[in-house]
């Protein structure tokens, strides 16, 4: 069991999947908080917004394809976990690739049922690595956080004055030159 709270986020289209994975995973996480997507829009919003620990994905998906989902996590935050669960990879060429691609791993929806026994050894190995991080992580979680919620209400200003509208580009400025320098902390 693990016991801290954990963030994850499921990308899948299947409604009586998604029932069974939030159930395999409540017997091996204490305080699992889940948000379930089954688009690459929503799921750029979430991992901007819910900023997870963990990305759990379907491959094939109706609007795109779980290494596209991979990707965009990738570019988002490449410290995130990412597993595919899925029924398609049953090709070891194709599960290899997934690896290679990034995936910290990938379990078989045949597996569905025990999908618990799979799951916990590679969320424990994520934790771990977070643990180690913990602090650094949860700063920079709070302010991807603030940092979204500002570009969020700038976007949503709508100033015919112009003065405003250069202090909304010296914050932009500013706020790029915090991203700049928290990467070059990491």
């Given at each position: 069991?693990?016991?801290?709270?954990?963030n994850?986020?499921?990308?899948?289209?299947?409604?009586?999947?998604?029932?069974l994975?939030?159930?395999?995973?409540s017997?091996?996480?204490?305080?699992?908080?889940?948000?379930?997507?089954?688009?690459?829009?929503?799921?750029?919003?979430?991992?901007?917004?819910?900023?997870?620990?963990?990305?759990?994905?379907?491959y094939?998906?109706?609007?795109?394809t779980?290494l596209?989902?991979?990707t965009t996590?990738?570019?988002i935050?490449?410290?995130?976990?990412?597993i595919f669960?899925?029924?398609?990879?049953n090709d070891?060429?194709?599960?290899?690739n997934?690896i290679?691609?990034?995936?910290s791993?990938y379990?078989?929806k045949?597996?569905?049922?025990?999908l618990?026994?799979?799951l916990e050894?590679?969320?424990?190995k994520?934790?771990?690595?977070?643990?180690?991080?913990?602090?650094l992580?949860?700063?920079?979680?709070?302010?991807?956080?603030?940092v979204n919620?500002?570009?969020?209400?700038?976007?949503?200003?709508?100033?015919?004055?112009?003065?405003?509208?250069?202090?909304?580009?010296?914050?932009r400025e500013?706020?790029?030159?915090?991203?700049?320098?928290?990467?070059?902390?990491?």
């Amino acid at each position: 069991m693990i016991h801290r709270k954990l963030n994850i986020l499921l990308v899948e289209d299947n409604e009586n999947d998604i029932f069974l994975i939030k159930r395999q995973i409540s017997k091996i996480v204490e305080e699992p908080v889940i948000e379930t997507t089954d688009n690459l829009e929503d799921c750029k919003r979430l991992l901007l917004n819910f900023a997870p620990d963990v990305v759990l994905s379907d491959y094939n998906l109706p609007n795109c394809t779980g290494l596209d989902v991979l990707t965009t996590v990738q570019e988002i935050d490449d410290s995130i976990g990412f597993i595919f669960i899925t029924g398609t990879i049953n090709d070891e060429e194709l599960a290899a690739n997934t690896i290679l691609n990034g995936a910290s791993g990938y379990i078989l929806k045949k597996n569905i049922n025990n999908l618990s026994e799979k799951l916990e050894p590679l969320l424990k190995k994520m934790v771990i690595n977070m643990t180690s991080k913990q602090e650094l992580r949860s700063m920079i979680r709070q302010n991807k956080i603030t940092v979204n919620k500002i570009y969020d209400y700038l976007d949503k200003m709508n100033s015919e004055d112009q003065a405003q509208k250069e202090n909304i580009n010296k914050i932009r400025e500013a706020i790029g030159n915090f991203d700049i320098d928290r990467k070059d902390a990491e």
